[in-house]
């Protein structure tokens, strides 16, 4: 089945958070005391902060889909510096997650090759994103081609201290 990606329409809108609150909760639970990811999940996929992103030109949101089943969500920031590397150079992967029923399929690997084209069209130099020390996406991310710039940390007070730890990556492209 073909992997397609739409970009979060009003109609994708509940899609887009009820997949991206699954898929969250499927990889990233141990992440926060007792489990709670509610401060995360209103966050990122309350219905207003998506259709605020989604109305917001420097963001990017997407389904991503096998077939025609709803497998992970996208969040791209087009014109995000980093460090020394320019906005106008610069493009950040927010986030990109999947169902862990469709992990390891190359569901990621479509994800990321369609990053880069739209990427590549905006004339940008470099692929960014953050991942967690710990866990099967560093290994991913280094197999296609990404690599550690520097450490870095999640950003949310709550969060357990011994799950904070992140590394920078970056793709040229």
Request: proline share 5%.
């Amino acid at each position: 089945m073909e992997v397609s990606f739409a970009p979060v329409s009003p109609d994708l809108m509940a899609t887009y958070i009820n997949v991206g609150k699954q898929s969250y909760k499927e990889h990233y639970v141990h992440l926060w005391p007792d489990g709670d990811i509610s401060t995360y999940i209103s966050s990122s996929f309350s219905k207003k902060v998506v259709d605020e992103e989604r109305k917001d030109p420097s963001t990017l949101l997407y389904v991503i889909y096998k077939g025609t089943v709803p497998v992970g969500v996208l969040k791209l920031i087009p014109n995000k510096a980093l460090d020394t590397l320019s906005a106008q150079a610069a493009f950040h992967i927010q986030k990109i997650y999947l169902l862990n029923a469709y992990s390891g399929m190359g569901i990621g690997v479509s994800a990321i090759r369609f990053v880069e084209n739209i990427a590549r069209k905006m004339g940008k130099k470099i692929l960014w994103l953050d991942t967690m020390q710990k866990g099967k996406a560093l290994a991913f991310y280094q197999k296609i081609g990404f690599t550690i710039l520097k450490a870095s940390e999640l950003h949310f007070p709550n969060a357990k201290p011994s799950e904070k730890a992140m590394w920078t990556l970056i793709k040229p492209l």
